[in-house]
């Protein structure tokens, strides 16, 4: 009965987004305030019934209610209690059902948190928002229905695939649909501006929060999808430019061009028309990823493995938004007003020379992924473009940008001093020139590339700490005042310094793995020794273990360091999933500070020995650090009072009916 209150709810749902489309919509073009009113409780209580359905297929899964076919194919009644609740969104279905939910709940926080938006824009908002839900909730309904029946009902499931019983997998889906699905507010609000025909101060007040929230959570779930895949795949990578790894990454990219636009576009009232498309192109990026994942036109352990019905249905909801906001956009934008104007020297300029740079290495990204799609789609032949495309054409275009970013918050608004900003950074500048000496010539192994490399990831470290000690004064006033300076900043000063910090430290493990590791591969029987970076490895052999839904041979290291102290054990371990009778490699870690020591076990060889595979890899944790320091700095932004407050005051001032002129 709980799995029929669950599907009634959803049916429920679509009903009411429909209500949610049409009628706020209708009411704006009428100016009926009555009908503008009935977006936000219609939001809620959609939101209400998709929770209630979530919940429904969530209790299936607790109780391992194999009648319905969706908890079946994808649980276990020895499965650990964790995997039975995460697996509900570890198949395509429960996660369409998760990813309807998110979008359900960000609608709501529209409904809570807009009262103080215009009536017309809210009620724009939010009809846009239900059209998005209504269209993925029939999309749901008709081809991916979570609830189907079985009958009569299999005494035991098939169990969740075993690469994705582990914990990476409970916390990456999650958010990366909270960042995904975020992004369809700044869509929603950029075609509620373009069907008003203006962007006035309440929007871009609003759609700053709503993509530094979303920007914060798609970085937590790219983050945690390459540290799941560098740990539980056993192949030693964090990251290999795989399709479904550039769907997440593109509207990451688009994203924090827009978040950079949006400061501008709030700040200076510049880039209006600009910021607009870029939320567009965001969202329809997030889609293209949907449709990727899903559609069954990618071979990838992130995709489904779904039919080609889904991926045609997929793909009419991507062109209708995409072609129809893009349509919007082309007959609507020449109303919007352009926005003030700034000399090139500036932060504006800075900013736009950052659109610039993303943008490009946003296309980059794309050509390469769906090149190959087309290439397919039109002759049948099937080609590949790998690592070696993507790290010729985005790291080039990423180094100009990343060697320009600690310059954007020196500059002034409007008109900058490239020359002032210059003499600011010389300490920063001559502090990285030392660290890019000290690398080169004390630390083995170290190429020309690994010491400019590291060099720029501490000029995008000591940039940012350059601005706040400026910020705060110090130097020039006593300490005591410069303490009280640097505790009064706005709390967005601290977001941006450590979102910059946060991408210094990701560039830094990424050199340092990619440029200075060590790896080791040999067979090996018990007794045999490995020397990997100062360390000695000695194999002791091979243990079976037996856990709650799997089998596994463990391979237990002793390992040693130079001077022949011991230093503790290592298990690498190779599972067989008894269920599904699906092998998985576990690799076996070792964290020294923030360096790791790798190890894979590979197949027994005819001599009886074991492929053994290691890694030195040093500094690798600071990919995932600076991640995290990342999303703390968009924490810091969103906490500031000027994005707490709603819309300016300005906006109240304005004669009701008011437009701008067109450009």
Same mark, same amino acid.
């Given at each position: 009965?709980?799995?029929?209150?669950?599907?009634?709810?959803?049916?429920?749902?679509?009903?009411?987004?429909?209500?949610?489309?049409?009628?706020?919509?209708?009411?704006?073009?009428?100016?009926?305030?009555?009908?503008?009113?009935?977006?936000?409780?219609?939001?809620?209580?959609?939101?209400?019934?998709?929770?209630?359905?979530?919940?429904?297929?969530?209790?299936?899964?607790?109780?391992?209610?194999?009648?319905?076919?969706?908890?079946? %194919?994808?649980?276990?009644?020895?499965?650990?209690?964790?995997?039975?609740?995460?697996?509900?969104?570890?198949?395509?279905?429960?996660?369409?059902?998760?990813?309807?939910?998110?979008?359900?709940?960000?609608?709501? *926080?529209?409904?809570?948190?807009?009262?103080?938006?215009?009536?017309?824009?809210? /009620?724009?908002?939010?009809?846009?928002?239900?059209?998005?839900?209504?269209?993925?909730?029939?999309?749901?309904?008709?081809?991916?229905?979570?609830?189907?029946?079985?009958?009569?009902?299999?005494?035991?499931?098939?169990?969740?695939?075993?690469?994705?019983?582990?914990?990476?997998?409970?916390?990456? =889906?999650?958010?990366?649909?909270?960042?995904?699905?975020?992004?369809?507010?700044?869509?929603?609000?950029?075609?509620?501006?373009?069907?008003?025909?203006?962007?006035?101060?309440?929007?871009?007040?609003?759609?700053?929060?709503?993509?530094?929230?979303?920007?914060?959570?798609?970085?937590?779930?790219?983050?945690?999808?390459?540290?799941?895949?560098?740990?539980?795949?056993?192949?030693?990578?964090?990251?290999?430019?795989?399709?479904?790894?550039?769907?997440?990454? !593109?509207?990451?990219?688009?994203?924090?061009?827009?978040?950079?636009?949006?400061?501008?576009?709030?700040?200076?009232?510049?880039?209006?028309?600009?910021?607009?498309?870029?939320?567009?192109?965001?969202?329809?990026?997030?889609?293209?990823?949907?449709?990727?994942? #899903?559609?069954?036109? *990618?071979?990838? $352990?992130?995709?489904?493995?779904?039919?080609?019905?889904?991926?045609?249905?997929?793909?009419?909801?991507?062109?209708?938004?995409?072609?129809?906001?893009?349509?919007?956009?082309?007959?609507?934008?020449?109303?919007?007003?352009?926005?003030?104007?700034?000399?090139?020297?500036?932060?504006?300029?800075?900013?736009?020379?950052?659109? !610039?740079?993303?943008?490009?290495?946003?296309?980059?990204?794309?050509?390469?992924?769906?090149?190959?799609?087309?290439?397919?789609?039109?002759?049948?032949?099937?080609?590949?473009?790998?690592?070696?495309?993507?790290?010729?054409?985005?790291?080039? *275009?990423?180094? =100009?940008?990343?060697?320009?970013?600690?310059?954007?918050?020196?500059?002034?608004?409007?008109?900058?001093?490239?020359?002032?900003?210059?003499?600011?950074?010389?300490?920063?500048? /001559?502090?990285?020139?030392?660290? $890019?000496?000290?690398?080169?010539?004390?630390?083995?192994?170290?190429?020309?590339?690994?010491?400019?490399?590291?060099?720029?990831?501490?000029?995008?470290?000591?940039?940012?700490?350059?601005?706040?000690?400026?910020?705060?004064?110090?130097?020039?006033?006593?300490?005591?005042?410069?303490?009280?300076?640097?505790?009064?900043?706005?709390?967005?000063?601290?977001?941006?310094?450590?979102?910059?910090?946060?991408?210094?430290?990701?560039?830094?493990?990424?050199?340092?793995?990619?440029?200075?590791?060590? %790896?080791?591969?040999?067979?090996?029987?018990?007794?045999?020794?490995?020397?990997?970076?100062?360390?000695?490895?000695?194999?002791?052999?091979?243990?079976?273990?037996?856990?709650?839904?799997?089998?596994?041979?463990?391979?237990?290291?002793?390992?040693?360091?130079?001077?022949? #102290? %011991?230093?503790?054990?290592?298990?690498?371990?190779?599972?067989?999933?008894?269920?599904?009778?699906?092998?998985?490699? %576990?690799?076996?870690?070792?964290?020294?500070?923030?360096?790791?020591?790798?190890?894979?076990?590979?197949?027994?060889?005819?001599?009886?020995?074991?492929? $053994?595979?290691?890694?030195?890899?040093?500094?690798?944790?600071?990919?995932?650090?600076?991640?995290? $320091?990342?999303?703390?700095?968009?924490?810091?932004?969103?906490?500031?009072? #000027?994005? #707490?407050?709603?819309?300016?005051?300005?906006?109240?001032?304005?004669?009701?009916?008011?437009?701008?002129?067109?450009?």
């Amino acid at each position: 009965m709980t799995v029929e209150i669950g599907h009634f709810a959803l049916v429920l749902a679509f009903v009411l987004t429909l209500v949610q489309f049409t009628v706020p919509l209708v009411g704006a073009r009428i100016g009926d305030e009555r009908m503008m009113a009935v977006g936000g409780p219609t939001a809620v209580a959609a939101f209400a019934l998709t929770l209630l359905s979530f919940a429904a297929l969530t209790y299936a899964y607790i109780v391992s209610d194999f009648s319905v076919v969706n908890v079946w %194919e994808n649980s276990h009644s020895q499965k650990p209690m964790l995997y039975k609740v995460t697996g509900v969104w570890g198949n395509h279905e429960g996660s369409m059902l998760l990813w309807i939910v998110i979008l359900a709940a960000f609608a709501a *926080l529209v409904a809570w948190f807009g009262r103080n938006l215009p009536a017309t824009l809210r /009620a724009n908002v939010l009809a846009v928002q239900g059209l998005i839900g209504a269209s993925f909730m029939l999309f749901i309904l008709a081809t991916s229905n979570p609830f189907t029946r079985l009958n009569p009902a299999p005494m035991e499931g098939r169990d969740l695939n075993p690469l994705l019983q582990d914990i990476g997998l409970a916390i990456h =889906p999650p958010l990366l649909y909270l960042g995904y699905v975020g992004f369809s507010i700044c869509f929603s609000f950029a075609c509620a501006a373009l069907i008003e025909g203006r962007i006035d101060a309440a929007w871009a007040r609003w759609v700053r929060p709503w993509t530094l929230a979303a920007w914060l959570f798609l970085t937590g779930g790219i983050a945690m999808g390459s540290y799941w895949a560098y740990y539980e795949l056993g192949w030693g990578g964090f990251w290999f430019w795989d399709p479904v790894e550039n769907a997440s990454f !593109l509207p990451w990219l688009a994203g924090t061009a827009m978040l950079h636009s949006a400061i501008v576009m709030e700040k200076r009232s510049a880039l209006k028309i600009w910021t607009v498309l870029l939320a567009i192109m965001t969202f329809s990026l997030s889609l293209l990823g949907t449709f990727l994942v #899903r559609s069954g036109v *990618l071979t990838s $352990v992130h995709a489904f493995a779904t039919d080609p019905t889904r991926g045609v249905f997929i793909l009419g909801i991507l062109v209708f938004f995409i072609g129809g906001s893009l349509s919007l956009f082309a007959l609507r934008a020449s109303r919007l007003t352009t926005g003030g104007l700034f000399h090139p020297i500036s932060r504006e300029g800075a900013l736009v020379l950052n659109n !610039l740079f993303l943008s490009t290495a946003t296309a980059t990204v794309l050509i390469g992924t769906l090149y190959p799609l087309l290439v397919e789609a039109v002759t049948g032949d099937k080609i590949s473009v790998g690592p070696p495309f993507f790290n010729m054409t985005f790291i080039p *275009l990423i180094i =100009p940008l990343l060697i320009a970013v600690p310059f954007g918050p020196l500059l002034a608004w409007k008109r900058g001093d490239l020359y002032a900003a210059c003499q600011r950074l010389f300490a920063a500048f /001559a502090a990285s020139l030392a660290v $890019v000496v000290v690398v080169w010539f004390f630390v083995d192994g170290a190429s020309v590339a690994a010491a400019l490399g590291i060099g720029l990831a501490f000029w995008l470290i000591f940039g940012p700490l350059t601005d706040l000690a400026l910020k705060s004064g110090v130097g020039n006033v006593s300490p005591g005042i410069a303490m009280r300076r640097f505790a009064g900043l706005p709390r967005s000063v601290y977001g941006t310094a450590l979102a910059h910090i946060g991408v210094g430290l990701t560039v830094l493990g990424i050199v340092a793995v990619t440029t200075l590791e060590v %790896e080791r591969m040999a067979g090996m029987q018990p007794g045999d020794t490995m020397e990997v970076s100062g360390y000695t490895l000695r194999f002791d052999g091979i243990r079976p273990h037996q856990g709650p839904n799997f089998t596994e041979d463990q391979g237990v290291f002793t390992y040693f360091n130079a001077s022949g #102290r %011991e230093m503790g054990t290592i298990i690498s371990s190779k599972r067989l999933y008894t269920a599904r009778q699906f092998p998985t490699t %576990e690799a076996g870690l070792r964290t020294h500070g923030l360096s790791q020591l790798y190890i894979a076990l590979g197949d027994r060889l005819p001599d009886g020995s074991i492929v $053994v595979r290691a890694w030195w890899k040093p500094l690798v944790l600071l990919i995932w650090l600076g991640s995290v $320091v990342m999303m703390i700095g968009a924490g810091f932004s969103l906490a500031d009072r #000027r994005l #707490r407050v709603g819309a300016p005051s300005a906006r109240k001032a304005r004669p009701a009916g008011t437009v701008e002129a067109p450009a």
